[in-house]
Nanobody, 115 residues
Framework: QVQLVESGGGLVQPGGSLTLSCAAS????????MGWYRQTPGKQREFVAA???????NYADSVRGRFTISRDNAKSTVYLQMNSLKPEDTAVYYC?????????WGQGTQVAVSS
């Protein structure tokens, strides 16, 4: 069973930074795409960023220029560096991995941006 474990969430002031990590139980080469989504209460989960095995990163318009997704294949880990955080970035952030037609999710990590 594939496991994705997120970490790095927490409380940060507006303008601050956080780095989220997603550690996979198997090599991330197994997955076509790995990415990050986020969700707030009462809203649908929304796309944040993704990175493919054979392509560059993609970002939601709301985070482009502030967030950076990267991967460390040796550590089977994907990262989300978040800078210039805003209160509207507050959400539970989920790691997502796609392996052909199968989709796997992590348990989520809470990010709160507040003064």
């Amino acid at each position: 069973q594939v496991q994705l474990v997120e970490s790095g969430g927490g409380l940060v002031q507006p303008g601050g930074s956080l780095t989220l990590s997603c550690a996979a139980s198997t090599s991330i080469f197994n997955y076509n795409v790995m990415g990050w989504y986020r969700q707030t209460p009462g809203k649908q989960r929304e796309f944040v960023a993704a990175i493919a095995n054979d392509g560059g990163p993609n970002y939601a318009d709301s985070v482009r220029g502030r967030f950076t997704i990267s991967r460390d294949n040796a550590k089977s880990t994907v990262y989300l560096q978040m800078n210039s955080l805003k209160p509207e970035d507050t959400a539970v952030y989920y790691c997502r991995a796609v392996q052909f037609l199968r989709v796997f999710w992590g348990q989520g990590t809470q990010v709160a941006v507040s003064s």
